[in-house]
Protein backbone atom coordinates (compact mmCIF):
# COMPACT_ATOMS: atom_id res chain seq x y z
CA UNK A 1 0.00 0.00 0.00
CA UNK A 2 1.21 3.26 -1.25
CA UNK A 3 1.92 6.19 1.85
CA UNK A 4 1.37 9.67 1.93
CA UNK A 5 4.84 11.80 2.88
CA UNK A 6 5.80 15.45 2.71
CA UNK A 7 8.35 17.16 1.66
CA UNK A 8 10.40 19.18 4.66
CA UNK A 9 9.09 22.29 2.75
CA UNK A 10 7.43 25.51 5.17
CA UNK A 11 3.83 25.14 5.46
CA UNK A 12 3.68 28.67 4.55
CA UNK A 13 5.54 28.48 1.04
CA UNK A 14 2.45 25.44 0.28
CA UNK A 15 3.30 21.84 1.50
CA UNK A 16 4.05 19.45 -1.53
CA UNK A 17 2.64 16.22 -1.30
CA UNK A 18 4.25 13.28 -3.13
CA UNK A 19 3.63 9.16 -3.58
CA UNK A 20 6.46 7.07 -2.40
CA UNK A 21 6.36 3.19 -3.09
CA UNK A 22 7.01 1.47 0.32
CA UNK A 23 10.24 -0.36 0.91
CA UNK A 24 9.90 -3.75 2.44
CA UNK A 25 12.30 -4.32 5.24
CA UNK A 26 12.40 -7.67 6.75
CA UNK A 27 12.74 -7.83 10.47
CA UNK A 28 15.93 -8.66 11.57
CA UNK A 29 16.89 -12.28 12.66
CA UNK A 30 18.70 -13.66 15.59
CA UNK A 31 22.26 -14.27 15.48
CA UNK A 32 21.41 -17.93 15.51
CA UNK A 33 18.89 -17.69 12.96
CA UNK A 34 21.07 -16.29 10.45
CA UNK A 35 23.90 -18.85 11.00
CA UNK A 36 21.71 -21.60 10.02
CA UNK A 37 20.08 -20.02 7.18
CA UNK A 38 23.46 -19.10 5.71
CA UNK A 39 23.58 -22.91 5.06
CA UNK A 40 20.77 -22.91 3.04
CA UNK A 41 20.66 -22.78 -0.69
CA UNK A 42 19.80 -19.92 -1.85
CA UNK A 43 15.82 -20.07 -3.72
CA UNK A 44 16.44 -17.43 -5.65
CA UNK A 45 19.42 -18.05 -7.32
CA UNK A 46 18.96 -20.85 -10.58
CA UNK A 47 21.33 -24.01 -10.12
CA UNK A 48 21.39 -24.37 -13.94
CA UNK A 49 20.31 -21.35 -16.73
CA UNK A 50 17.61 -22.54 -19.02
CA UNK A 51 19.13 -24.33 -22.74
CA UNK A 52 18.40 -25.42 -25.34
CA UNK A 53 17.90 -29.20 -25.15
CA UNK A 54 16.92 -30.92 -28.24
CA UNK A 55 13.67 -33.02 -28.72
CA UNK A 56 11.95 -31.91 -25.39
CA UNK A 57 8.95 -29.63 -24.92
CA UNK A 58 6.96 -29.27 -21.74
CA UNK A 59 4.72 -32.14 -22.06
CA UNK A 60 7.89 -34.54 -23.22
CA UNK A 61 7.45 -33.88 -26.99
CA UNK A 62 9.70 -32.39 -29.34
CA UNK A 63 10.46 -28.99 -29.48
CA UNK A 64 13.03 -28.68 -32.30
CA UNK A 65 15.22 -26.89 -29.51
CA UNK A 66 13.60 -24.06 -27.46
CA UNK A 67 14.69 -23.04 -24.24
CA UNK A 68 13.70 -25.20 -21.34
CA UNK A 69 14.17 -25.22 -17.65
CA UNK A 70 17.62 -28.06 -16.71
CA UNK A 71 16.11 -28.45 -13.05
CA UNK A 72 12.61 -29.14 -14.71
CA UNK A 73 13.63 -32.15 -17.09
CA UNK A 74 15.94 -35.04 -16.91
CA UNK A 75 18.07 -34.58 -19.89
CA UNK A 76 20.45 -37.69 -19.46
CA UNK A 77 16.99 -39.85 -19.07
CA UNK A 78 16.05 -37.92 -22.27
CA UNK A 79 19.16 -38.26 -24.24
CA UNK A 80 19.91 -42.04 -23.30
CA UNK A 81 16.40 -42.45 -24.70
CA UNK A 82 17.19 -40.99 -28.19
CA UNK A 83 21.03 -41.97 -28.24
CA UNK A 84 20.59 -45.63 -26.67
CA UNK A 85 22.13 -46.66 -23.50
CA UNK A 86 24.06 -44.72 -21.10
CA UNK A 87 25.03 -40.99 -22.46
CA UNK A 88 27.31 -38.19 -21.41
CA UNK A 89 25.76 -34.55 -21.91
CA UNK A 90 28.67 -32.75 -22.58
CA UNK A 91 27.11 -29.44 -23.53
CA UNK A 92 25.11 -29.90 -20.28
CA UNK A 93 28.53 -30.00 -18.21
CA UNK A 94 29.73 -27.33 -19.90
CA UNK A 95 26.55 -24.92 -18.64
CA UNK A 96 26.95 -26.42 -15.45
CA UNK A 97 30.82 -25.37 -14.71
CA UNK A 98 30.14 -22.46 -16.03
CA UNK A 99 26.99 -21.12 -14.17
CA UNK A 100 28.32 -22.35 -10.27
CA UNK A 101 27.22 -20.80 -7.59
CA UNK A 102 30.57 -20.44 -6.08
CA UNK A 103 31.05 -17.28 -4.48
CA UNK A 104 33.37 -15.18 -6.08
CA UNK A 105 35.69 -12.96 -3.45
CA UNK A 106 38.80 -13.54 -4.48
CA UNK A 107 41.46 -10.97 -5.19
CA UNK A 108 44.97 -11.11 -6.53
CA UNK A 109 46.53 -11.26 -3.71
CA UNK A 110 44.65 -13.88 -2.41
CA UNK A 111 45.27 -15.75 -5.82
CA UNK A 112 49.24 -15.05 -5.91
CA UNK A 113 49.18 -16.58 -2.02
CA UNK A 114 47.03 -19.42 -2.75
CA UNK A 115 49.30 -20.71 -5.19
CA UNK A 116 52.51 -19.53 -3.28
CA UNK A 117 50.98 -21.18 0.12
CA UNK A 118 49.74 -24.93 -1.55
CA UNK A 119 52.99 -25.49 -2.94
CA UNK A 120 55.52 -24.58 -0.09
CA UNK A 121 55.12 -27.56 2.08
CA UNK A 122 56.89 -30.46 3.05
CA UNK A 123 58.04 -30.86 -0.64
CA UNK A 124 60.61 -28.17 0.28
CA UNK A 125 61.43 -28.03 3.74
CA UNK A 126 61.67 -31.87 4.64
CA UNK A 127 60.94 -34.21 1.17
CA UNK A 128 64.14 -32.06 0.03
CA UNK A 129 66.49 -33.96 2.06
CA UNK A 130 65.32 -37.56 0.84
CA UNK A 131 66.11 -35.91 -2.67
CA UNK A 132 69.36 -34.67 -1.36
CA UNK A 133 70.79 -38.15 -0.11
CA UNK A 134 69.23 -40.12 -3.30
CA UNK A 135 70.66 -38.04 -6.19
CA UNK A 136 73.12 -35.44 -4.74
CA UNK A 137 73.25 -31.45 -4.75
CA UNK A 138 73.84 -31.68 -8.71
CA UNK A 139 71.06 -33.68 -9.44
CA UNK A 140 68.92 -31.66 -6.81
CA UNK A 141 69.60 -28.56 -8.43
CA UNK A 142 69.10 -30.06 -12.19
CA UNK A 143 65.68 -31.96 -11.10
CA UNK A 144 64.19 -29.12 -9.72
CA UNK A 145 65.14 -26.62 -12.60
CA UNK A 146 63.88 -28.73 -14.75
CA UNK A 147 60.52 -29.31 -12.98
CA UNK A 148 60.57 -25.33 -12.61
CA UNK A 149 60.67 -24.83 -16.38
CA UNK A 150 58.11 -27.66 -16.83
CA UNK A 151 55.64 -25.75 -14.77
CA UNK A 152 56.44 -22.32 -16.43
CA UNK A 153 54.84 -23.42 -19.62
CA UNK A 154 52.27 -25.40 -18.06
CA UNK A 155 51.19 -22.31 -15.29
CA UNK A 156 51.00 -19.90 -18.66
CA UNK A 157 49.11 -22.25 -20.58
CA UNK A 158 46.89 -22.71 -17.48
CA UNK A 159 46.38 -18.87 -17.04
CA UNK A 160 45.31 -18.70 -20.88
CA UNK A 161 42.51 -21.33 -20.36
CA UNK A 162 41.61 -19.93 -16.69
CA UNK A 163 41.28 -16.18 -17.85
CA UNK A 164 39.34 -16.86 -20.94
CA UNK A 165 37.20 -19.97 -19.03
CA UNK A 166 37.00 -18.95 -15.08
CA UNK A 167 34.70 -21.97 -14.84
CA UNK A 168 34.07 -24.46 -11.97
CA UNK A 169 36.14 -27.65 -11.89
CA UNK A 170 39.23 -25.91 -14.19
CA UNK A 171 41.36 -28.59 -15.28
CA UNK A 172 39.26 -31.32 -14.83
CA UNK A 173 36.47 -29.31 -16.80
CA UNK A 174 38.50 -28.70 -19.56
CA UNK A 175 39.74 -32.26 -19.89
CA UNK A 176 36.07 -33.10 -20.46
CA UNK A 177 35.77 -29.76 -22.51
CA UNK A 178 38.49 -30.18 -25.03
CA UNK A 179 40.02 -33.76 -24.90
CA UNK A 180 37.38 -36.69 -23.55
CA UNK A 181 34.60 -36.58 -21.12
CA UNK A 182 36.18 -40.00 -20.18
CA UNK A 183 39.17 -38.20 -19.42
CA UNK A 184 38.27 -35.33 -17.97
CA UNK A 185 36.75 -38.03 -15.29
CA UNK A 186 39.79 -39.68 -14.54
CA UNK A 187 41.65 -35.92 -14.25
CA UNK A 188 38.92 -34.56 -12.07
CA UNK A 189 38.82 -37.82 -9.42
CA UNK A 190 42.67 -37.77 -9.89
CA UNK A 191 42.94 -34.43 -8.52
CA UNK A 192 40.01 -34.78 -6.25
CA UNK A 193 41.83 -37.99 -4.79
CA UNK A 194 45.22 -36.11 -5.04
CA UNK A 195 44.04 -33.70 -2.31
CA UNK A 196 41.48 -36.03 -0.52
CA UNK A 197 44.71 -38.24 1.08
CA UNK A 198 46.96 -34.87 1.02
CA UNK A 199 44.64 -34.13 3.80
CA UNK A 200 45.38 -36.88 6.07
CA UNK A 201 48.86 -36.95 5.19
CA UNK A 202 49.60 -33.24 6.33
CA UNK A 203 48.09 -33.62 9.82
CA UNK A 204 49.91 -36.48 10.19
CA UNK A 205 53.07 -34.53 9.56
CA UNK A 206 51.92 -31.97 12.12
CA UNK A 207 51.32 -34.45 14.56
CA UNK A 208 55.28 -35.97 13.85
CA UNK A 209 56.33 -32.56 13.55
CA UNK A 210 55.54 -31.64 17.30
CA UNK A 211 57.70 -34.82 18.26
CA UNK A 212 60.77 -32.36 17.65
CA UNK A 213 59.48 -30.94 21.38
CA UNK A 214 58.09 -33.75 23.05
CA UNK A 215 58.48 -37.03 21.40
CA UNK A 216 56.07 -38.80 24.01
CA UNK A 217 53.26 -36.99 23.42
CA UNK A 218 50.00 -38.81 22.05
CA UNK A 219 49.28 -37.20 18.23
CA UNK A 220 45.65 -37.72 18.58
CA UNK A 221 44.62 -34.36 20.70
CA UNK A 222 46.34 -32.71 18.25
CA UNK A 223 45.17 -34.03 14.73
CA UNK A 224 41.76 -33.53 16.69
CA UNK A 225 42.85 -29.96 17.26
CA UNK A 226 44.76 -29.62 13.62
CA UNK A 227 41.71 -31.05 11.78
CA UNK A 228 39.17 -28.86 13.30
CA UNK A 229 41.32 -25.72 12.40
CA UNK A 230 41.43 -26.41 8.98
CA UNK A 231 37.68 -27.15 8.52
CA UNK A 232 36.86 -24.04 10.67
CA UNK A 233 38.74 -22.19 8.09
CA UNK A 234 37.05 -23.86 5.38
CA UNK A 235 33.55 -22.93 6.61
CA UNK A 236 34.51 -19.32 6.62
CA UNK A 237 33.84 -19.63 2.94
CA UNK A 238 36.48 -18.63 0.02
CA UNK A 239 37.34 -15.22 1.53
CA UNK A 240 38.49 -16.45 4.54
CA UNK A 241 40.10 -19.77 3.40
CA UNK A 242 41.99 -16.61 1.30
CA UNK A 243 42.75 -14.82 4.30
CA UNK A 244 43.99 -17.44 5.93
CA UNK A 245 46.48 -18.67 3.14
CA UNK A 246 47.32 -14.83 2.44
CA UNK A 247 48.47 -15.23 6.50
CA UNK A 248 50.62 -18.59 5.88
CA UNK A 249 52.06 -17.95 2.50
CA UNK A 250 53.57 -13.97 4.42
CA UNK A 251 55.22 -16.38 6.79
CA UNK A 252 56.61 -18.87 4.93
CA UNK A 253 58.11 -16.78 2.60
CA UNK A 254 59.59 -14.61 5.20
CA UNK A 255 61.18 -17.81 6.65
CA UNK A 256 62.58 -18.96 2.86
CA UNK A 257 64.24 -15.74 2.88
CA UNK A 258 65.25 -15.43 6.35
CA UNK A 259 67.08 -19.05 5.64
CA UNK A 260 68.65 -17.74 2.48
CA UNK A 261 70.43 -14.60 4.11
CA UNK A 262 71.57 -17.40 7.51
CA UNK A 263 72.48 -20.31 5.21
CA UNK A 264 74.54 -17.21 3.26
CA UNK A 265 76.36 -16.24 6.22
CA UNK A 266 76.48 -19.94 7.82
CA UNK A 267 78.71 -20.88 4.40
CA UNK A 268 81.01 -17.73 4.16
CA UNK A 269 81.74 -18.26 8.32
CA UNK A 270 81.71 -21.71 8.49
CA UNK A 271 80.76 -24.22 10.90
CA UNK A 272 81.90 -23.77 14.58
CA UNK A 273 84.87 -26.35 14.44
CA UNK A 274 85.31 -26.39 10.54
CA UNK A 275 85.51 -22.62 8.93
CA UNK A 276 84.37 -21.51 5.48
CA UNK A 277 82.49 -24.32 3.97
CA UNK A 278 82.37 -22.89 0.24
CA UNK A 279 81.86 -26.20 -2.40
CA UNK A 280 83.80 -28.97 -0.19
CA UNK A 281 80.27 -30.63 0.05
CA UNK A 282 80.37 -30.58 -4.20
CA UNK A 283 83.78 -32.11 -4.01
CA UNK A 284 83.25 -34.67 -0.97
CA UNK A 285 81.15 -36.90 -0.60
CA UNK A 286 80.56 -35.24 -4.34
CA UNK A 287 77.89 -33.41 -6.83
CA UNK A 288 76.39 -36.22 -7.63
CA UNK A 289 74.96 -39.77 -6.18
CA UNK A 290 73.66 -42.86 -8.01
CA UNK A 291 74.22 -41.49 -11.17
CA UNK A 292 72.01 -41.10 -13.61
CA UNK A 293 69.25 -43.05 -11.67
CA UNK A 294 69.78 -40.87 -9.00
CA UNK A 295 69.00 -37.84 -11.18
CA UNK A 296 65.43 -39.48 -12.60
CA UNK A 297 64.16 -40.61 -8.62
CA UNK A 298 64.49 -37.07 -7.88
CA UNK A 299 62.22 -35.77 -10.61
CA UNK A 300 59.21 -37.12 -8.59
CA UNK A 301 60.13 -35.68 -5.50
CA UNK A 302 60.86 -32.42 -7.43
CA UNK A 303 57.09 -32.60 -8.66
CA UNK A 304 55.70 -33.30 -5.30
CA UNK A 305 57.33 -29.95 -3.65
CA UNK A 306 55.70 -28.21 -6.58
CA UNK A 307 52.08 -29.74 -6.54
CA UNK A 308 49.99 -26.73 -5.38
CA UNK A 309 50.83 -24.24 -7.59
CA UNK A 310 47.90 -25.02 -10.23
CA UNK A 311 45.33 -24.27 -7.63
CA UNK A 312 45.48 -20.56 -8.77
CA UNK A 313 43.47 -22.37 -12.30
CA UNK A 314 41.41 -24.04 -9.63
CA UNK A 315 40.56 -20.17 -7.85
CA UNK A 316 39.53 -18.61 -11.16
CA UNK A 317 35.66 -19.65 -10.85
CA UNK A 318 35.37 -17.97 -7.19
CA UNK A 319 38.09 -14.65 -8.10
CA UNK A 320 36.40 -10.94 -8.20
CA UNK A 321 37.98 -10.19 -11.74
CA UNK A 322 40.37 -13.26 -13.15
CA UNK A 323 40.90 -10.83 -16.37
CA UNK A 324 43.17 -8.38 -14.07
CA UNK A 325 44.11 -10.38 -10.97
CA UNK A 326 44.70 -14.23 -12.93
CA UNK A 327 47.62 -13.05 -15.08
CA UNK A 328 49.57 -11.41 -12.34
CA UNK A 329 49.20 -13.90 -10.11
CA UNK A 330 50.09 -16.40 -13.19
CA UNK A 331 53.78 -14.72 -13.91
CA UNK A 332 54.72 -13.89 -10.09
CA UNK A 333 53.94 -17.09 -8.55
CA UNK A 334 55.91 -19.03 -10.97
CA UNK A 335 58.79 -16.52 -10.65
CA UNK A 336 58.83 -16.39 -6.86
CA UNK A 337 58.32 -20.01 -6.27
CA UNK A 338 61.45 -20.39 -8.40
CA UNK A 339 63.25 -17.99 -7.03
CA UNK A 340 62.73 -19.58 -3.15
CA UNK A 341 63.44 -23.21 -4.31
CA UNK A 342 66.36 -22.81 -6.38
CA UNK A 343 68.46 -20.44 -3.98
CA UNK A 344 67.09 -22.21 -0.87
CA UNK A 345 68.49 -25.72 -2.57
CA UNK A 346 71.11 -24.59 -3.81
CA UNK A 347 72.42 -23.28 -0.14
CA UNK A 348 71.19 -26.69 1.34
CA UNK A 349 73.44 -28.91 -1.13
CA UNK A 350 76.14 -26.52 -0.02
CA UNK A 351 75.43 -26.84 3.82
CA UNK A 352 74.30 -30.51 3.89
CA UNK A 353 76.59 -33.22 2.37
CA UNK A 354 73.89 -36.23 0.87
CA UNK A 355 75.69 -38.83 3.03
CA UNK A 356 74.73 -36.55 6.33
CA UNK A 357 73.10 -39.32 8.88
CA UNK A 358 70.38 -37.83 10.08
CA UNK A 359 69.20 -37.22 6.62
CA UNK A 360 68.95 -41.20 6.85
CA UNK A 361 67.29 -41.25 9.69
CA UNK A 362 63.83 -39.74 9.12
CA UNK A 363 61.31 -42.14 10.27
CA UNK A 364 58.42 -40.69 7.67
CA UNK A 365 58.71 -37.80 4.84
CA UNK A 366 57.00 -35.65 7.66
CA UNK A 367 60.03 -36.12 10.24
CA UNK A 368 61.30 -32.60 10.25
CA UNK A 369 64.02 -34.14 12.38
CA UNK A 370 65.46 -35.05 8.65
CA UNK A 371 64.85 -31.75 7.27
CA UNK A 372 67.71 -30.27 5.96
CA UNK A 373 66.88 -26.34 6.85
CA UNK A 374 66.86 -27.64 10.45
CA UNK A 375 70.09 -30.13 9.90
CA UNK A 376 71.89 -27.19 8.23
CA UNK A 377 70.93 -24.81 11.42
CA UNK A 378 72.05 -27.68 14.36
CA UNK A 379 75.25 -27.84 12.17
CA UNK A 380 75.72 -24.10 12.37
CA UNK A 381 76.01 -24.66 16.58
CA UNK A 382 72.43 -22.69 16.64
CA UNK A 383 70.30 -23.24 19.50
CA UNK A 384 67.24 -21.39 19.32
CA UNK A 385 66.60 -21.10 15.22
CA UNK A 386 66.17 -24.44 14.85
CA UNK A 387 62.98 -24.65 16.96
CA UNK A 388 61.49 -21.71 14.85
CA UNK A 389 62.38 -23.41 11.60
CA UNK A 390 60.44 -26.50 12.86
CA UNK A 391 57.59 -23.64 13.98
CA UNK A 392 57.70 -22.51 10.54
CA UNK A 393 57.22 -26.28 9.18
CA UNK A 394 54.30 -26.99 11.04
CA UNK A 395 52.62 -24.08 9.68
CA UNK A 396 53.69 -25.19 6.41
CA UNK A 397 52.03 -28.45 6.73
CA UNK A 398 48.38 -26.62 7.78
CA UNK A 399 48.34 -24.59 5.45
CA UNK A 400 48.87 -27.60 2.71
CA UNK A 401 46.59 -29.30 4.73
CA UNK A 402 44.02 -26.09 3.93
CA UNK A 403 44.65 -25.80 0.57
CA UNK A 404 43.86 -29.69 0.66
CA UNK A 405 39.96 -29.49 1.74
CA UNK A 406 39.79 -26.07 -1.02
CA UNK A 407 41.06 -27.92 -3.64
CA UNK A 408 39.59 -31.49 -3.22
CA UNK A 409 36.08 -29.32 -2.14
CA UNK A 410 35.82 -27.63 -5.39
CA UNK A 411 36.90 -30.18 -7.41
CA UNK A 412 33.83 -32.78 -6.44
CA UNK A 413 32.01 -30.17 -6.68
CA UNK A 414 32.47 -29.58 -10.32
CA UNK A 415 32.62 -33.11 -11.17
CA UNK A 416 29.06 -33.04 -9.68
CA UNK A 417 27.62 -30.41 -11.52
CA UNK A 418 29.12 -32.45 -14.45
CA UNK A 419 26.95 -35.25 -13.75
CA UNK A 420 30.33 -37.56 -12.67
CA UNK A 421 30.16 -37.48 -8.92
CA UNK A 422 26.71 -37.84 -6.77
CA UNK A 423 24.90 -34.98 -6.84
CA UNK A 424 24.67 -34.23 -3.71
CA UNK A 425 28.40 -32.93 -4.04
CA UNK A 426 26.94 -30.43 -5.82
CA UNK A 427 25.32 -28.74 -2.65
CA UNK A 428 26.37 -24.77 -2.32
CA UNK A 429 25.31 -22.73 0.26
CA UNK A 430 23.87 -19.17 0.50
CA UNK A 431 28.04 -17.90 0.99
CA UNK A 432 29.07 -19.78 -1.71
CA UNK A 433 30.42 -22.73 -0.16
CA UNK A 434 30.18 -26.10 -1.07
CA UNK A 435 29.55 -27.70 2.09
CA UNK A 436 28.79 -31.57 1.41
CA UNK A 437 32.41 -31.73 -0.45
CA UNK A 438 34.08 -29.88 2.64
CA UNK A 439 32.33 -32.72 4.40
CA UNK A 440 33.55 -35.26 2.62
CA UNK A 441 37.05 -33.78 2.90
CA UNK A 442 36.77 -33.86 6.53
CA UNK A 443 35.68 -37.45 7.26
CA UNK A 444 38.64 -38.61 5.06
CA UNK A 445 40.75 -36.09 7.60
CA UNK A 446 40.00 -38.92 9.88
CA UNK A 447 42.28 -41.11 9.02
CA UNK A 448 44.74 -39.00 10.80
CA UNK A 449 43.71 -40.84 13.89
CA UNK A 450 46.40 -43.42 12.46
CA UNK A 451 49.31 -41.20 13.37
CA UNK A 452 49.47 -42.71 16.66
CA UNK A 453 49.94 -46.48 14.80
CA UNK A 454 53.61 -47.77 15.01
CA UNK A 455 52.97 -48.67 11.05
CA UNK A 456 52.27 -44.38 10.74
CA UNK A 457 55.14 -44.69 8.51
CA UNK A 458 53.59 -47.38 6.27
CA UNK A 459 49.95 -45.24 5.98
CA UNK A 460 52.03 -42.23 5.05
CA UNK A 461 53.75 -44.00 2.08
CA UNK A 462 50.23 -45.71 0.73
CA UNK A 463 48.56 -42.30 1.21
CA UNK A 464 51.27 -40.75 -0.93
CA UNK A 465 51.70 -43.36 -3.70
CA UNK A 466 47.49 -42.53 -4.37
CA UNK A 467 48.44 -38.62 -4.93
CA UNK A 468 52.54 -38.88 -5.95
CA UNK A 469 52.02 -38.97 -9.50
CA UNK A 470 48.81 -36.95 -9.39
CA UNK A 471 50.70 -33.54 -10.50
CA UNK A 472 51.88 -34.99 -13.51
CA UNK A 473 48.52 -36.21 -15.28
CA UNK A 474 46.52 -33.06 -14.46
CA UNK A 475 50.03 -30.96 -15.78
CA UNK A 476 50.22 -32.59 -19.10
CA UNK A 477 46.66 -32.70 -19.09
CA UNK A 478 46.48 -28.45 -18.72
CA UNK A 479 49.19 -28.59 -21.85
CA UNK A 480 47.52 -30.96 -23.69
CA UNK A 481 44.46 -28.80 -22.92
CA UNK A 482 45.79 -25.60 -24.51
CA UNK A 483 47.00 -27.33 -27.54
CA UNK A 484 43.66 -28.41 -28.76
CA UNK A 485 42.16 -25.25 -27.71
CA UNK A 486 44.36 -23.27 -29.64
CA UNK A 487 43.27 -25.83 -32.71
CA UNK A 488 39.64 -25.18 -31.78
CA UNK A 489 40.49 -21.34 -31.64
CA UNK A 490 42.08 -21.18 -35.01
CA UNK A 491 39.70 -23.41 -36.52
CA UNK A 492 36.38 -21.21 -35.79
CA UNK A 493 38.44 -17.89 -37.23
CA UNK A 494 38.90 -16.40 -34.19
CA UNK A 495 42.32 -14.20 -33.24
CA UNK A 496 44.67 -14.52 -30.80
CA UNK A 497 43.97 -10.45 -29.97
CA UNK A 498 40.58 -11.49 -28.97
CA UNK A 499 41.81 -13.68 -25.87
CA UNK A 500 41.75 -11.80 -22.79
CA UNK A 501 45.19 -13.48 -21.77
CA UNK A 502 48.00 -15.09 -23.79
CA UNK A 503 49.87 -17.86 -22.81
CA UNK A 504 54.04 -16.09 -23.24
CA UNK A 505 54.72 -19.61 -23.65
CA UNK A 506 52.20 -20.32 -26.67
CA UNK A 507 51.71 -23.79 -28.27
CA UNK A 508 55.29 -24.41 -28.21
CA UNK A 509 55.52 -24.19 -24.88
CA UNK A 510 52.62 -26.54 -23.95
CA UNK A 511 54.32 -28.63 -26.35
CA UNK A 512 57.40 -28.71 -24.45
CA UNK A 513 55.61 -28.88 -20.94
CA UNK A 514 53.44 -32.01 -22.27
CA UNK A 515 56.88 -33.86 -23.38
CA UNK A 516 58.38 -32.84 -20.07
CA UNK A 517 55.75 -34.30 -17.89
CA UNK A 518 55.98 -37.70 -20.19
CA UNK A 519 59.40 -37.83 -19.17
CA UNK A 520 59.17 -37.49 -15.79
CA UNK A 521 56.61 -40.22 -16.02
CA UNK A 522 59.45 -42.56 -17.83
CA UNK A 523 61.75 -41.91 -15.68
CA UNK A 524 59.74 -42.96 -12.65
CA UNK A 525 58.61 -46.20 -14.32
CA UNK A 526 62.75 -47.00 -14.61
CA UNK A 527 63.15 -46.10 -10.96
CA UNK A 528 60.21 -47.63 -9.60
CA UNK A 529 60.96 -51.17 -11.85
CA UNK A 530 64.63 -51.10 -11.00
CA UNK A 531 64.92 -48.97 -8.00
CA UNK A 532 67.96 -47.67 -6.44
CA UNK A 533 69.31 -50.41 -3.29
CA UNK A 534 68.65 -48.38 -0.05
CA UNK A 535 71.98 -48.24 2.34
CA UNK A 536 71.68 -48.17 6.07
CA UNK A 537 74.21 -46.13 8.05
CA UNK A 538 76.59 -47.61 11.09
CA UNK A 539 76.91 -44.55 12.86
CA UNK A 540 78.98 -43.62 16.13
CA UNK A 541 77.88 -42.14 19.43
CA UNK A 542 75.09 -39.67 19.10
CA UNK A 543 71.90 -38.52 20.34
CA UNK A 544 69.06 -40.66 20.76
CA UNK A 545 67.18 -39.69 17.49
CA UNK A 546 67.31 -41.83 14.51
CA UNK A 547 70.65 -41.87 13.05
CA UNK A 548 72.51 -40.48 15.43
CA UNK A 549 74.97 -36.83 15.37
CA UNK A 550 77.88 -39.25 14.15
CA UNK A 551 78.94 -38.98 10.84
CA UNK A 552 78.05 -42.91 8.91
CA UNK A 553 81.35 -45.50 9.01
CA UNK A 554 80.15 -47.45 6.69
CA UNK A 555 77.00 -47.97 4.21
CA UNK A 556 75.37 -51.66 3.82
CA UNK A 557 73.48 -52.15 1.42
CA UNK A 558 70.15 -53.93 1.89
CA UNK A 559 68.98 -57.06 -0.25
CA UNK A 560 65.46 -56.40 -1.24
CA UNK A 561 63.52 -59.28 -2.26
CA UNK A 562 60.97 -59.77 -5.01
CA UNK A 563 58.15 -58.67 -2.57
CA UNK A 564 60.12 -55.74 -1.29
CA UNK A 565 60.48 -54.78 -5.27
CA UNK A 566 57.19 -55.12 -5.87
CA UNK A 567 55.60 -53.15 -3.18
CA UNK A 568 58.50 -50.28 -3.92
CA UNK A 569 56.92 -50.23 -7.78
CA UNK A 570 53.30 -49.60 -6.76
CA UNK A 571 54.07 -47.09 -4.01
CA UNK A 572 55.78 -45.19 -6.93
CA UNK A 573 53.32 -46.27 -9.32
CA UNK A 574 50.29 -46.86 -8.13
CA UNK A 575 49.06 -43.70 -9.57
CA UNK A 576 48.82 -44.53 -12.87
CA UNK A 577 46.47 -47.88 -12.69
CA UNK A 578 44.19 -45.51 -10.41
CA UNK A 579 43.43 -43.50 -13.63
CA UNK A 580 43.44 -46.12 -15.92
CA UNK A 581 40.80 -47.59 -14.10
CA UNK A 582 38.80 -44.06 -13.50
CA UNK A 583 39.12 -43.54 -17.42
CA UNK A 584 38.28 -47.62 -18.74
CA UNK A 585 35.15 -47.55 -16.59
CA UNK A 586 33.84 -43.88 -17.57
CA UNK A 587 34.92 -44.58 -21.56
CA UNK A 588 33.01 -48.34 -21.43
CA UNK A 589 30.19 -46.92 -19.47
CA UNK A 590 29.06 -43.82 -21.64
CA UNK A 591 30.54 -44.83 -25.19
CA UNK A 592 32.22 -41.15 -25.09
CA UNK A 593 34.86 -40.60 -27.66
CA UNK A 594 37.69 -37.95 -27.92
CA UNK A 595 35.90 -34.38 -28.77
CA UNK A 596 36.41 -33.66 -32.56
CA UNK A 597 38.58 -30.34 -33.05
CA UNK A 598 34.94 -28.73 -35.35
CA UNK A 599 32.70 -29.49 -32.28
CA UNK A 600 34.55 -27.91 -29.25
CA UNK A 601 32.73 -25.57 -27.46
CA UNK A 602 35.02 -22.72 -26.93
CA UNK A 603 31.91 -19.55 -25.54
CA UNK A 604 30.44 -21.52 -22.75
CA UNK A 605 31.97 -19.90 -20.08
CA UNK A 606 33.32 -16.68 -21.46
CA UNK A 607 33.08 -13.85 -19.51
CA UNK A 608 32.76 -10.97 -21.18
CA UNK A 609 35.58 -8.68 -20.44
CA UNK A 610 34.89 -5.57 -23.28
CA UNK A 611 38.25 -6.89 -24.79
CA UNK A 612 38.85 -3.41 -27.10
CA UNK A 613 38.33 -0.65 -24.86
CA UNK A 614 40.33 -2.69 -22.30
CA UNK A 615 43.44 -3.77 -24.40
CA UNK A 616 43.47 -0.11 -25.92
CA UNK A 617 43.30 1.28 -22.52
CA UNK A 618 46.13 -0.30 -21.25
CA UNK A 619 48.19 0.02 -24.84
CA UNK A 620 47.97 3.56 -23.68
CA UNK A 621 48.73 3.36 -20.06
CA UNK A 622 51.86 1.04 -21.10
CA UNK A 623 53.15 3.70 -23.39
CA UNK A 624 53.62 6.03 -20.54
CA UNK A 625 55.84 3.55 -18.43
CA UNK A 626 59.22 3.78 -18.02
CA UNK A 627 61.25 0.56 -19.73
CA UNK A 628 62.32 -0.96 -16.59
CA UNK A 629 58.33 -0.92 -15.75
CA UNK A 630 57.35 -2.62 -19.13
CA UNK A 631 60.14 -5.11 -18.74
CA UNK A 632 59.13 -6.15 -15.02
CA UNK A 633 55.52 -6.49 -16.34
CA UNK A 634 56.09 -8.54 -18.95
CA UNK A 635 57.55 -11.04 -16.35
CA UNK A 636 55.82 -10.35 -13.53
Known amino acids: MNRLSVKEDSFRQGST???REPVYEPPPQPPVRRFLDSFRRDPNRRILPKYPVPGIDDDGGSTGGHQVDRADVDVESVATREHGGHYFDLHAANISTANTMLARELKGRHLQMIAIGGSIGTGLFVASGKSLHIGGPASLLIAYGFIGIMLYCTVQALGELAVTFPVAGSFSAYSTRFLDPAWGFAMGWNYALQWLVVL????????????YWNSNMH???????????????????VKGYGEAEFVFALIKITAVIGFILLGIVINVGGFPDDGYIGGRYWTDPGAFHNGFKGLCSVFVSAAFAFTGTELVGLAAAEAANPRKSLPTAIKQVFWRISLFYIVALTLIGLLVPYNHPELLGAKSMADASASPFVIAIESAGIDV????????????VLSVGNSAVFGSSRTLAALA?????????????????????????????????????????????????????????????ICLCHIRFRHAWAAKGRSLDELAFRSQAGV????????????????????????????????????????????????TPLQESARDVAANFFLQYLCVPIVAAFYLGHKFWF?????????????????????????????????????????????C
Do not use: C
Not at 201 to 211: D, V
Not at 385 to 396: C, D, F, Q
Not at 418 to 443: E, K, M, N, S, T
Open 17 to 19: WSL
Open 200 to 211: PLEIIAASITLN
Open 219 to 237: RAVFVTVFLLAILIINLFG
Open 385 to 396: LPGVMNSVILVA
Open 417 to 477: DQRQAPQILGYIDRRGRPLVAILVAALVGLLSYLADLETQSDVLAWLLAVSGLSSIFTWGS
Open 508 to 555: PGSWLGLIFNIVVLIAQFWTAAWPIHTTTSTVGTGDDRPGGSGRADTD
Open 591 to 635: KTRWVKIDEMDIDTGRRDFNLPILLQQEVDEKLSWPLWKRAYKFF
